[in-house]
Structures are given as structure tokens and as C-alpha cells.
């Protein structure tokens, strides 16, 4: 969100957050330092918002979104929209049903709401799965955004890219309202494989799908950072034994106060089943898993 499309940088953006799940839009907006209220959320899972209340303080409207009406979205006078709609109509093991799947019908709701809002939003941001780009309800989404004077910038970017150790494509969408409009706007209404222009690298070369060979992706992989930078362990010479689940430091203890320390760490690391997908579920699921073995 560029700053200079507030009328008064001094006021944060009142944004909404559809299918806000446990808040992970939230949790974005927090960590970049944006300017920005969530002022309110929307899922219709109870577990999922007993978690968004647990880390919020804020328990979202919980409630099928295919239910809003234009009059409801115009009282909350939000500025933007982010939105994470069910990603199953557009998997294999969703069948890809893409918009005849009923777990569709809800985003398709709020699209078209938009022509009949008083107040529509100016910015938009959308993630979906790779799929949803080739999908019936991209195509209902980008022909309503058009009509409403949205111009659009579309985005498959891999956790790898940002230097994550971990290989996950994800389609995103931003979208603005005109008069507004993006800092480079060669890229409009583009699908771009490569976050460049999030960068401001102008390089026309992102619009054509990239290399997708393995040794691409080792390129890519080799520049990330180390995946135990992204672990929870409290120091990084503790290390576990996945066959054994014990505990194992660099740091032995020698005498008896040590030992009792050494004592109450393994206890509190040792158990690491809890983190281990069960058997059941890599039978009945790997087909649509990527596993990553860590040597």
C-alpha cells in the first residue's frame, strides 16, 4: 500500500479481512508497518476464530460471507479489502470445480457487490492457489474488477523468492481503483512471476513465466537462508533426534546444578511428536504433499 494514496497519511487504512482464518493478513499488516485497522474480520469457523481471538483480542464476525449485503459492507467504510477465499475449487483434490463449487459461491458474492457498493474499495489484495489464474472464477473476478474500474497486477510468487527455504507458488492479486494507479504501469493487468515490480525493478522480462527446472529451483534454494533460522528452538546447539527424541546439546553439564539444567531443557524439547504428521494422513494426502527430506 503506497502512502501516497492517503488523503491524510496521519489515518490508518480501515481495511476488512474475508476468510481471515487465524489472521494471517493481520499478522502481515502488522509486521510490514503499515499504517493499517483491521476493523473487522470474517470466517465462518468457530476454531479458527477462537484462535484470531487468542492472538487479536478480536473475535471476527463469524458468520457465511455469501450472506453481506452491499448496505453491511458500506457501514464499515473500508478503504481495502484482503481477501483469502477456500482454495479447494481450484485443487486436484478439490476436484477443481472452480466456480460451480459451492465453496466458491461466497467470493463470487462479494464480487459482485462491488458495482453496487456506494463506497467501493480502493485497494484489493488476493491470494489464491496456482490454479485459481486458469479458473472460471478468475476470469468472473477480472472481468467485474474491470468493469468497476479496477486496474490489476497479478503475481505466482514462491516463499523461495523471499529467500524462505520453503518451495510453496501462491497466485496474488493486487487491485486499485482508478484514479489510482501502480508505480510501474507496464505490469497492469499482467500475470508476473517474479516480485520485481513489488520491488520497484521495472524488468520486462517477469511477465513471461520463468525458468522452472530443477536447477533453477536449486539456484533458488541455495540463496535462502538456513531453514533453522526458522525454527523455535531457543539456542541453535540444541538439536533433536527425530529416531531417538532426545535431546542433544553441544553444552554438556558436568556438575549437578548443570545437569539439573540440562535436565529440565531436554523435558521441555524431547517430545517432538506433537510436530510429526501421523502415517495416516502422508498415506491418505502425499499425493498432493511436497515432501522435503532434511539431511
Not at 484462535?51 to 471476527?60: D, I, K, L, S, T
Not at 477443481?96 to 456506494?118: C, N, V, Y
Not at 497479478?154 to 501502480?182: E, N, T
Not at 516480485?195 to 534454494?221: A, C, H, R, Y
Request: proline share 6%; with cysteine; hydrophobic share 35%.
Amino acid at each position: 500500500m503506497e502512502k501516497d494514496l492517503l488523503k491524510n497519511e496521519d489515518e490508518p487504512w480501515r481495511a476488512l479481512e474475508f476468510y481471515s482464518g487465524i489472521g494471517g493478513m493481520r499478522y502481515s499488516l502488522m509486521k510490514a508497518g503499515v499504517n493499517a485497522e483491521v476493523v473487522e474480520a470474517f470466517d465462518i469457523n468457530d476454531k479458527a476464530n477462537d484462535v484470531y481471538q487468542h492472538n487479536f483480542g478480536h473475535r471476527p464476525y463469524q458468520g457465511n460471507i455469501q450472506s453481506l449485503t452491499a448496505t453491511e459492507l458500506d457501514s464499515y467504510k473500508a478503504q481495502a479489502w484482503l481477501l483469502s477465499p477456500p482454495c479447494q475449487p481450484y485443487t486436484r483434490q478439490g476436484l477443481q470445480k472452480q466456480s460451480g463449487d459451492a465453496r466458491a459461491f461466497s467470493f463470487l458474492k462479494l464480487l459482485e457487490l462491488i458495482p453496487h457498493i456506494s463506497q467501493p474499495p480502493v485497494l484489493l489484495f488476493m491470494e489464491n492457489v496456482v490454479g485459481f489464474e486458469t479458473s472460471d472464477t478468475h476470469t468472473k473476478m477480472i472481468e467485474i474488477l474491470g468493469k468497476s474500474n479496477y486496474v490489476t497486477q497479478q503475481f505466482i510468487l514462491s516463499p523461495l523468492q523471499f529467500g524462505v527455504p520453503y518451495s510453496r507458488p501462491r497466485y496474488f492479486c493486487l487491485a486499485k481503483r482508478k484514479p489510482f494507479s501502480f508505480r510501474c504501469q507496464l505490469f497492469n493487468n499482467q500475470l508476473l512471476w517474479s516480485p520485481g515490480p513489488l520491488l520497484g525493478q521495472d524488468d520486462i522480462t517477469v511477465i513471461n513465466k520463468p525458468d522452472q527446472s530443477e536447477e533453477s529451483w536449486d539456484k533458488l534454494l541455495q540463496s535462502c537462508d538456513p531453514v533453522e533460522r526458522f525454527l523455535e528452538f531457543k539456542s541453535p546447539s540444541h538439536q533433536i533426534n527425530t529416531e531417538t527424541d532426545f535431546l542433544e546439546t553441544n553444552n554438556v553439564a558436568t556438575d549437578s546444578f548443570g545437569a539439573s539444567e540440562k535436565i529440565a531443557e531436554a523435558n521441555e524439547y524431547k517430545s517432538m511428536d506433537q510436530y510429526l504428521v501421523p502415517l495416516s494422513l502422508i498415506e491418505r494426502w502425499g499425493s498432493a504433499m511436497g515432501i522435503l527430506i532434511l539431511l
